[in-house]
Structures are given as structure tokens and as C-alpha cells.
């Protein structure tokens, strides 16, 4: 059979040739030699021995035999299958199996074995010794877990399912790790066959001078750089872009090298290969031609045409041999099973007697435990090896009964793991503390004294050991499992709980509820504190920030809230190292919540992040959420942050990098980043700013001249929002501003607390729009500013300001730049009026009612020159300041700063000589209706304000009564219907009466107003009775300039008046003057009450019109305007002729609809009517589905 079989390992190298020439002297079997390492060491039955001498002595006899110089037998491959499988040499067989299969010469024996799910299947519960085991199952022995690192047979961790569904588990497993056998053996071979060597040099010149020219990449170089590649994006912290690599290659197992290919040591890291790139030198080898030659005799013939039928015949008798081997395996299995059984139970017995030995000489006192060096080394040797500090409940028997070294390592600890021994007493248990030094204390399992051992009752019963581990077996117990692992352990320490949070919070946080998630967020974060190990407490801040996908506002305080927690605990290193980054990994998050609390998290880990990062990082991190992110709370967030971060910055180079947030941040388009940076950003900076002594020198100053700059730059159309940016900004600074007053004045260091201190009046000082823009905070406390304030006062009062430098630039430099810049303002915006007056009353609010009088006042007097004394009016004729914003400003935000008796007067004596002044000098009214308009907003100060027009009312001049009957117009607006019944309506009746015609001509507008805005019925007829008699008065049909202006009213108010005021007043008096219009002669008067008579229709118009008023009214006078304009404007004839068509259309369209409508009426009518008989009916009805099925039945 050997002479005729195929010999598939032909070889033509020289150790072949050697091996040849020493095969004579060799005493082991050539075909197969077995390894020292795996000869058994537990003593073997005879017929072990015998079946080991199967294919070891009886081949060594033979080859003895042979005579001198022959070639011995080949030993057949099924031979050599046989000896691997029945010394359970399985890894060997495998990989023989595999070559073979490459080879082409797959042998039955190891194909059966292989495929047969049955040989590797693993029983959950040890057999009784009497029973053998079933045939074709094999034992699982240690080597068999390099199987599993292969994922060739996975231990299941449910050990009683029916046979058939582990047989199709285990099929499974076994295809997967035949093919990762395969496809790694294809990358060997293929490594193997084809290498640089068989590429020809000039090719491989060609690929080295060509870039564009590259060798096609091979299945195993491609997986070795893709595992490469993505190690280095882990490295880098490109997460994402290594995961979607990952997906990419699904194929591939990227936390496991040997998943790229067998025997292939890991290159290093690409940086390295990178760095180390072009540093390499090639030494020169020496070259040498060699020619070697065969002898003829080393040939194999060729095999014959009949050769395949006597192979069949072999195989067939081999297999015949295997099934009786494999029997007689079984049978020597088994006789070593009871071999070993015997064993365990003679060493049980042994480990008895040396515990018995053990708890005898284990000392009563803790002194000597503490100082028993023995005791102290034995324990540590029994600890799991996974942290040195745990209590393996599956492990119990282990730890107490191992006082010897030999015992505990002269077997296995699987054989007795799963055991349990009912004599265990106690367990000793060594911890470390904070200095390094061991402690040996008992870990009590049940609660105990401390000098007392830990005693279980033992059983006076004769059990056997295997019998009894047999029957223990049944108690189930998931140890085999990640949770059971970590179930069967109890922490006998702090770092020994920490290391078990760190391994079972990520698996514990995806199976919680979102809603639930912050209750995790105490235990991620002492885990975090008190792990030792950097990557775990790295991934563990990593889930605390992705712990909620979207975390709310309370949500977010909660884990700010363990931050600073964390922060002030680990110190400013771990926060710099492990906080920050967390931070910055989630800074272009998608979800602004995520974002949002990466804002707030700068500002409040910033009291605890050492200073250079504060002023670097941080703050760089900020910057670019301010200027990147779109979502309006992030920045606001960031805002505020950027103001915490500002009271922790000492560096004065980053005061310019400030000062730039902080115009960001006010040229904002969002409102709350607006509103944030007024009430925290700004008042922090001013803080700092103060301190560096850069609020006088550069920051008021700088913003002042941003607000003179778009004043200037108004003069085409001012930009109302960013000076009210720039103007709110200002007003932010006066407390700051104040502060600074009173800390450096000259009676600062005399400023302390003793006795009683009054109280500060609630109004003193405006309320400020955040707790860090009052006074009192900036200075400390409400105490402390209560003795400044007196001494302020008293200062001002009586010492005046001589060596207060920072108050005296307010005087002296600040002041007059402001009145000098409003100045400048157009009196029209009164948006700005309305901005710089806050600014000013603020101000004057702040710095009191002393300084206001002393220091405010008179640069306000001298440059408009008024005084209490009568007016001159030939000196204040040509007085442009008097038509300028400064009488607003000055009038609503300096004179209104105090309301008491003496300052009321003074306001209304300062309105009331504008008003004479600009009346007397016909200078335009511009400033004194906005005096009025500022005023008028606040319902305190109208009766002031009739008091002053009162004063016009009643004056000499008919300029000035003229100037006060137009005030009205714009104070009736904002005065209730009570006053304006008692103190307008009269005022204004008085003046329609005057003299004058052009004072009673100016009463139109404010009647006009009051038709607009008052609801009084009694009131609308006086008024109407009064312009009626304007109309209707043969005084006034040539007034050409009354016309004028009570059509311009008409047009004005008609739109918005009452409907019953516009038809039976408004239209038909319209009406009147058109017709009354055209029989003018003078072409200048016709056409101006044409124009205004144009614009008056075109406002009323949009209104509705009845039918009626549109035939006999309206259309009749668009229709006299058109006369006129056919005449005088061409251009405005073609727009009256349209509109003239439009309203004829609709009369039209009117007319057609009616019949229309009145059928819709009738019909709806009829409707309703049967709706109605129809509810009734079912009222009448029962709940009877029977009554209600006969309501909709036909009557017969």
C-alpha cells in the first residue's frame, strides 16, 4: 500500500537532499514525529500506551529493520490523519485538512471528521463516571480555545437547548471559520506566489520612475493598509471618518490585527512609516550564480493510468482501519477519564487536610494579621487576575483553599472553578491604600465579627466529591457571560467599584430611557473622577455629553451642574485634558442643543481651567461659535459665557481681542444676543476694562466716536439701528462709569462702615437691566455705597471737584462731546431723540440730583442761552440751536431726570419760552414737536403739557396762539377722552374763534385729530358742528388757505373716522368744493385745491362706499376733478379717468349681483326652514334605532 501510494511532499531543496542522506541514522518514524511538549504527563493505562505505540514503536521497529541504504516506506496520509485525530491534535489536523484540500488530495477521514458538527459539541454538566461518553464528541481540552479565537466552535452560553438547534449553530460557525481559514490561506499563498522577486527588474524601474504606473494592490496588502489607515484616523480622533471607513470595508475586523492574515507581524504606524520614509539604506549584496542538479533517482515516476483505481482500493481499506481505530480510542478515552477522576478526588482530599492545617494557624489577633508576612503574599496569588482586587464568588473555593502554592498551580483552574466546596470558612482580602502600603482585613461575606472567621455549616453526609459537583452543576449560574462575569464578582474596594462602573456604564446608558438619563449622570461622573485608567474616564465623559440627544434646559443644568463638580474636584489639569476636548468634539454639532451646552459648559468650567487656556483656547472657542453658529440661543449662550470668561482674564494683550467680541456681539442680528450682551458680556468687560484703566481712555471714547460717525455719515439716511445699538452700549457703561467715580474720588479711603448706615432711596437709581449693572454690586454692597453716595454729595456740594480726575473728565470731556453730538442730530428721527434723551436721563439719575443741577444744566443753558427772564426777541431771532435736538434731549432727557415741584416748573418755563421764541422768530417748530411727541408718551406729563399750551392759548401774540394750536394736533393722540372734553375741545374752540384767521385756520388739523381718535358722540358733534361752520360760514368761502386745509384734514382722517362721520360729512363736502372748484378763475388756487382734492379721493377710495354715496357723491366729484385737471394737470386726468371707470364698474357689478342675492336669501330662507322641521322631528324621537331608521323611510 506504501509502495503504491502518491507522495504529495516531493521537494527539491537541499535540506531535502540532507534529510535524505540522515534518514538511515534516525531512529523516529519518518512520516510523523510527535513533540515532546505534547506527550501526556497524567500516568496512562496500558492501553493508552499501546495506542500511542501504534504509530511510534511499531514504525521505529520497522525502520530499524530496513536494510542499510534503503528507502523506508512512506507512511500513508490517512495514516497520519488517523494518529492526529486520535491524539486530538485537532489544530494539526485542521491545518493538514486544509493543505491537502489546496493540494487537491482531500482525504474522506478528515472531511467527515470536519464536517460533522457532532465532534465538537460541549456538554453544559459533567457525565457520571460510570457513564462513557457518546461516540464522534470530543472532550474540549485547553488547545481547542485557539479554535475559538477563530470563532471556529463559540462556546454557547445556553447549555440545555435541544440538540438541533446547537448542531445548526455549530454547522454555522464552522462554515464562518472554514471560510476565514481559507481566505487567509489564499493570502498566504498568494503573498507567497507572487512577490517582488517575480516581478522583472525593469518593471519594477518602470513602477519607481512612473507614479501613474502602480502595481495592482493585493488582497492582503489592501487589508493590512486598510487596518492601518483607519488605526491612524483613531489616532487623529477622526471618529467619524474612521467610522464611515469602517463601514465601507465591513469585511474586515478592524480591532484585530491576525483578522489581516496569518503569521504577519504588524508593520509600524503610518506616521512612523512616514517619518522613517527615504532614512532607509539598502546595503549592496553580493551576487552569485548557482546551479544545482538533480539526481535521477530522487525523481518520482509519474503515476500510471491504473493507479487511480488502486488509490480507490486504499482508501477504501483505510477508512475500514479508521472506524476500529476510533473505537479503540473510545475505549482508551474512557479508561482515562477514570484515571483522572481518581486523581481529583485523591487531590480533593489533599486540599482538605492542608486547609484543615491552614485555619489552624491563622492568627486570632489583628496585629498579627496585619504583621504575618505569610498571609500577606498568599492572597494576592489567589486575586482574578483582571484588577488584583475583586471576590470571585465563582472563584470562592479557589481563594480559601489555596494557602499552598503548589496546589493552586499544579492544575487547571477550570477543573475546579465550577466547584463548590461546603467547608469554606473564610476569605482574606488585601486592599491598597492612599500611601501605597497593604492592609489585610477579612472581607466578611455574612456579616461577622472581625476577629471571627467566616463559617458555613457543613453537612455530616459521605458524599462523594463528583458526585457532589455533579449535583451542584443543576445550580444555574451565568458565569459564562459578560454580565455573569461581572455578577459573580463583589468590589471589595473603592477603585475595585470604579473599575466595574467603568466596564458596565456603557453597556447600562444605551437601555435607559432618554427622559430617565440624567440619573446616570451622578454615577458617569464619580466613575470619571476615580478611575484610574485615562481611556476609560475619556470614554466615560464621552457618553456624559452624548448621554441625551437632545438635552433640554434642565437636562443641560444638570450636567453643567456635574462638571463643575467634576472640575473642582479632578483639578485644572484633567479639566484641561478631559472636559475641554469633549467640548470641542461637539462644537459643530448638528443638533443646537448639543451646542448650547458646549456654549455653557466654557463659561462654567471656566473658574476651573488654568488661565493660559482660559485666554487661548476658550476664548478662541467662543469666538468661533460667535461668529459661525446660526442658532440665536447658541450664541447667546456664548454670550454669556464670554462674559464669564472675562472676569477670569488678567492678560492685558487680550484686551483689543475683547473689545472686537464685544462689537460682534452688538452688531448681532438677534435680539437676545443683544439683550445677553447688555446684561452680562458688556457690564463683565467694563469690569476688566476698568481695572486696566481703559474705560475713559478707550472704550467710552471709542464708542462715541462710532455714534459721531454715523451721524455723519447720515446725512443721506441714518442707520436709527446700529446708533440705538451703539447708544444702548453707552447707557450699559454709565454704572461702571459711576463706580469708578466714586472709588477713585478723594474721600474713597475715608469711606468705612461705621454704625448705623442709612438707606439708600429706591429710586436713586434707574432700575438696571441686570444684576451686574447696579451700582451697589459693582461696588460690593448696598452698605458700602451708602457711605460713598453721602460723601459723593457732600463733595460735590461743598468741595467741589478739585484732584477728582475721573469725575472731571466726565465734566470736562465727556459732556461737552455729547451735547456737541446732539447737536448734530436731525430732529426728525425721533427714534434718536428718543435713544440720546434715555441716554442723558440715565445719566443724570446715576451721577444725582447735585450734579445734574451743577455740572449737567448749565452747558445745556449756555448753549441754548435761555434763562427764566422774559426773552429777547430781536437776540434770539437768528438762534439756530433752538430748531436743533438739543431742545428734545435736553427738555425730555435732563430737565425730566427729577420730578419734583421745582424741576416741573422748569420744565414747563423752558417749553414755553421755545415756544414763544420759535413763534416770535418763524423759525420751524421741528424741535418743540418733538419736545412735545417725547413727552406726550408718558400719560405723567400731559398735563404739563396743556399747561404750557394753555400759555400759548392765552397769549398776545398770534403767532404764538397760531404755534399752540398746532401742538394740539399732536397731544390729542396720546390724552384721554376726559381731558380732552375738559382742556382741548375748550382750548381749541377759544382759538377757532380768535381773531386771527390763520389761528383759526390752524384749530383744522386738531379738530381733524380728534374726529380720528375720540369715540364720544357729544364730542364728535361740536366738533363737527365747528368745521361745519368753516364750511358753510359765507366768511369763509374765499379763505382759500381754510379750503386748503380742511381738505388736507379730510383726506387725512377720513379714512380712519368714524363711517358715519365720512358719509354724511366728509363726502359731501368734498363734493361741494369740487364743484365749488371749477367756477374759480384763478388758475393757482384751482389747481392747488385740485391737487389736494386728488389726494383726499384717492385716500378715501379704499374705503367703502355705499351705492348711494358712490352715485351722488363721490363719482360726481371725481368727475368735477377731472374737469379741473383736463385743464391744469394732464398727467392727473388719466389717473382720475381710471379710477372714475373702476368705481362705475363696481355700481355695475353691484346692480347685477342684487337679484342674484336675493334668490341665495330665499333659498337660504327655504333651508333653514327645513332644517328646522327636521331637528324637531328628531327631537320628538326616541333613542330607538328602529323610530330613527322611520324618519328616512318613503311615504306610501
Known amino acids: ?232 484616523l483613531l489616532k487623529i480622533n477622526y471618529k467619524l471618518t474612521s467610522i464611515t471607513f469602517s463601514d465601507e470595508n465591513d469585511d474586515q475586523d478592524f480591532e484585530l490585527w491576525d483578522d489581516v492574515g496569518l503569521n504577519i507581524p504588524k508593520p509600524p504606524d503610518l506616521l512612523q512609516m512616514y517619518r522613517e520614509y527615504g532614512s532607509h539604506t539598502t546595503s549592496s549584496k553580493e551576487m552569485k ?95 482574578p487576575v483582571d484588577s488584583g482586587e475583586y471576590l470571585d464568588i465563582r472563584s470562592f473555593e479557589r481563594n480559601s483553599c489555596s494557602e499552598e502554592k503548589e496546589v493552586s498551580t499544579s492544575y487547571p483552574k477550570d477543573t475546579i472553578t465550577d466547584s463548590i466546596c461546603p467547608s469554606v470558612t473564610s476569605v482574606t482580602a488585601t486592599t491598597l491604600t492612599t500611601n501605597n502600603k497593604k492592609e489585610t482585613e477579612p472581607a466578611i461575606v455574612c456579616t461577622k465579627s472581625v476577629h471571627e472567621p467566616v463559617q458555613f455549616d457543613k453537612p455530616n453526609r459521605t458524599l462523594s466529591p463528583a458526585f457532589h459537583q455533579a449535583l451542584m452543576s443543576f445550580c444555574r449560574m451565568a458565569t459564562g457571560s459578560r454580565l455573569g462575569a461581572e455578577v459573580s464578582r463583589i468590589a471589595d474596594s473603592e477603585q475595585c467599584v470604579m473599575l466595574m462602573l467603568g466596564r458596565c456604564l456603557p453597556h447600562i446608558v444605551p437601555n435607559v430611557l432618554l427622559a430617565k438619563r440624567e440619573e446616570l449622570i451622578p454615577l458617569i461622573l464619580c466613575t470619571a473622577c476615580l478611575h484610574p485608567e485615562p481611556k476609560e474616564r475619556d470614554q466615560l465623559l464621552h457618553i456624559l455629553f452624548n448621554l441625551i440627544k437632545r438635552p433640554d434646559d434642565e437636562q443641560r443644568q444638570m450636567i453643567l451642574t456635574g462638571c463643575v463638580a467634576f472640575a473642582r474636584h479632578v483639578g485644572p489639569t484633567r479639566v484641561e485634558a478631559e472636559l475641554l476636548p469633549q467640548c470641542w468634539e461637539q462644537i459643530n454639532h448638528k443638533y443646537p442643543e448639543r451646542r448650547l451646552l458646549v456654549a455653557e459648559a466654557c463659561g462654567a468650567l471656566a473658574p476651573y481651567l488654568p488661565k493660559e487656556i482660559r485666554s487661548s483656547l476658550v476664548l478662541s472657542m467662543l469666538q468661533q461659535m460667535l461668529t459661525e453658529d446660526k442658532a440665536d440661543l447658541v450664541r447667546e449662550a456664548v454670550i454669556k459665557s464670554l462674559g464669564i470668561i472675562m472676569a477670569y482674564i488678567d492678560d492685558p494683550d487680550k484686551y483689543l481681542q475683547g473689545f472686537e467680541l464685544q462689537m460682534s456681539a452688538l452688531n448681532d442680528p438677534s435680539e437676545r444676543v443683544i439683550n445677553a450682551t447688555h446684561q452680562v458680556f458688556l ?215 427729577y420730578n419734583q415741584e421745582e424741576d416741573r416748573k422748569l420744565l414747563v418755563g423752558f417749553l414755553e419760552d421755545v415756544m414763544t421764541t420759535l413763534s416770535l422768530s418763524h423759525a420751524p417748530l421741528d424741535s418743540l414737536k418733538a419736545s412735545f411727541v417725547e413727552l406726550g408718551a408718558n400719560p405723567a406729563y400731559h398735563e404739563l403739557l396743556l399747561t404750557v399750551l394753555w400759555y400759548g392759548v392765552v397769549h398776545t401774540s398770534a403767532l404764538v396762539r397760531c404755534t399752540a394750536a398746532r401742538m394740539f394736533e399732536l397731544l390729542v393722540k396720546g390724552v384721554n377722552e376726559t381731558l380732552v372734553a375738559q382742556r382741548v375741545v375748550p382750548a381749541l374752540i377759544t382759538l377757532s374763534s380768535d381773531p386771527e384767521i390763520s389761528v383759526r385756520i390752524a384749530t383744522i388739523p386738531a379738530f381733524g385729530t380728534i374726529m380720528e381718535t375720540v369715540t364720544q358722540r357729544e364730542l364728535l358733534e361740536r366738533v363737527k358742528m365747528q368745521l361745519a361752520s368753516f364750511l358753510e360760514d359765507p366768511q369763509y368761502h374765499d379763505q382759500h388757505s381754510l379750503h386748503m386745509e380742511i381738505i388736507k384734514t379730510f383726506g387725512r382722517v377720513g379714512p380712519n373716522a368714524e363711517p358715519r362721520f365720512r358719509d354724511e360729512f366728509v363726502l359731501p363736502n368734498l363734493h361741494k368744493l369740487a364743484i365749488s372748484n371749477n367756477q374759480k378763475a384763478v388758475d393757482t388756487k384751482r389747481l392747488d385745491i385740485a391737487i389736494q382734492l386728488f389726494e383726499a379721493y384717492s385716500a378715501l377710495s379704499c374705503c367703502f362706499i355705499s351705492e348711494e354715496l358712490m352715485v351722488c357723491h363721490f363719482l360726481p366729484g371725481l368727475k368735477c376733478l377731472r374737469t379741473d385737471m383736463e385743464h391744469l394737470s394732464p398727467e392727473h386726468e388719466v389717473i382720475l379717468g381710471s379710477m372714475i371707470k373702476e368705481c362705475e364698474q363696481k355700481v355695475e357689478n353691484r346692480t347685477v349681483q342684487e337679484p342674484q342675492s336675493s334668490m341665495s336669501i330665499a333659498a337660504s330662507l327655504v333651508s333653514e326652514d327645513t332644517k328646522t322641521r327636521f331637528l324637531n322631528k328628531m327631537g320628538q324621537l326616541s333613542t330607538s334605532g328602529a323610530m330613527l331608521a322611520n324618519v328616512f323611510q318613503r311615504k306610501k
Not at 178 to 186: F, M, N, V, Y
Not at 294 to 304: Q, T, V
Not at 752 to 779: N, Y
Open 1 to 232: 500500500m506504501a509502495a503504491s501510494s502518491v507522495n504529495p511532499f516531493l521537494s527539491d531543496s537541499d535540506e531535502e537532499s540532507e534529510r535524505r542522506s540522515r534518514r538511515g541514522k534516525d531512529v523516529g518514524a519518518p512520516g510523523l514525529s510527535l513533540p515532546a511538549a505534547h506527550i501526556p504527563t497524567l500516568p496512562l493505562s496500558p492501553q493508552q500506551e499501546a495506542g500511542y505505540g501504534y504509530a511510534g514503536v511499531g514504525l521505529r521497529e520497522t525502520a530499524v529493520g530496513l536494510p542499510l541504504g534503503a528507502e523506508p516506506p512512506r507512511v500513508p496520509l490517512d495514516t497520519i490523519a488517523a494518529q492526529l485525530l486520535r491524539d486530538q491534535y485537532i489544530l494539526t489536523a485542521l491545518e493538514f485538512h486544509t493543505e491537502l484540500q489546496e493540494a487537491g488530495r482531500e482525504l474522506p477521514r478528515l472531511r467527515d471528521y470536519f464536517s460533522n458538527p457532532g465532534n465538537f459539541e460541549r456538554h453544559t454538566s459533567t457525565p457520571p463516571k460510570d457513564l462513557a461518553p457518546v461516540p464522534g464528541q470530543l472532550n474540549r481540552a485547553g488547545s481547542i480555545s485557539t479554535l475559538d479565537s477563530l470563532d471556529f466552535a463559540r462556546y454557547s452560553d445556553d447549555g440545555n437547548r435541544e440538540t438541533d438547534e446547537r448542531v445548526a449553530v455549530l454547522e454555522f460557525e464552522l462554515r464562518k471559520a472554514k471560510e476565514t481559514i481559507q481566505s487567509l490561506r489564499a493570502n498566504l499563498t498568494q503573498a507567497a506566489a507572487f512577490t517582488e522577486n517575480d516581478v522583472p527588474l525593469q518593471e519594477r524601474k518602470n513602477y519607481k520612475s512612473s507614479p501613474e504606473i502602480q502595481e495592482a494592490v493585493k488582497p492582503l496588502e489592501k487589508r493590512a493598509l486598510n487596518f492601518l489607515v483607519n488605526e491612524y
Open 289 to 383: 550564480d548557482v546551479a544545482v542538479q538533480a539526481e535521477p533517482g530522487d525523481l518520482e515516476e509519474l503515476p500510471s493510468v491504473e493507479e487511480p483505481a488502486t488509490l480507490q482500493q486504499l482508501q477504501l481499506e483505510a477508512q475500514t482501519k479508521i472506524v476500529q481505530e476510533l473505537q479503540d480510542q473510545l475505549h482508551v478515552l474512557n479508561n482515562e477519564k477514570i484515571s483522572l477522576s481518581l486523581q481529583i478526588r485523591q487531590l480533593k482530599s489533599e486540599i482538605e487536610a492542608l486547609k484543615r492545617q491552614s485555619l489552624a494557624a491563622v492568627p486570632t489577633t489583628t496585629d498579627s494579621m496585619v504583621h504575618s508576612p505569610a498571609m500577606t503574599e498568599q492572597v494576592p496569588e489567589n486575586r
Open 683 to 897: 457690564p463683565a468687560f467694563a469690569a476688566w476694562t476698568t481695572e486696566l484703566g481703559k474705560l475713559q481712555s478707550h472704550l467710552i471714547p471709542t464708542l462715541l466716536s462710532n455714534i459721531e460717525k454715523i451721524l455723519r455719515d447720515g446725512e443721506h439716511g441714518l442707520d436709527d439701528h446700529k446708533l440705538h445699538l451703539y447708544l444702548s452700549a453707552m447707557q450699559s457703561l454709565i454704572p461702571p462709569l459711576f463706580a469708578l467715580v466714586l472709588k477713585n474720588a478723594p474721600f474713597a479711603s475715608k469711606a468705612k462702615l461705621q454704625g448705623e448706615v442709612p438707606q439708600i432711596e429706591v429710586t436713586r437709581f434707574p432700575r438696571p437691566a441686570s444684576p451686574l449693572q447696579d451700582v451697589a454690586t459693582i461696588i460690593g454692597s448696598r452698605e458700602q455705597l451708602s457711605v460713598l453716595l453721602q460723601l459723593y454729595d457732600n463733595q460735590l456740594e461743598h468741595e467741589g471737584t478739585t484732584g477728582w480726575e475721573n469725575l472731571l473728565w466726565v465734566v470736562n470731556q465727556l459732556l461737552p462731546q455729547l451735547i456737541e453730538t446732539v447737536g448734530k442730530i436731525n430732529v426728525t428721527s425721533t427714534s434718536c431723540v428718543h435713544d440720546f434723551s434715555r441716554y442723558f436721563w440715565r445719566l443724570c439719575r446715576t451721577f444725582g440730583k447735585i450734579f445734574t443741577n451743577t455740572k449737567v444744566k448749565p452747558q445745556f443753558q449756555e448753549i441754548l442761552r435761555l434763562s427764566e427772564e422774559a426773552v429777547d426777541v430781536s437776540a434770539t431771532a437768528g438762534n439756530g440751536v433752538l430748531t436743533k435736538a438739543t431742545v428734545p434731549i435736553y427738555a425730555t432727557g435732563v430737565l425730566t431726570s
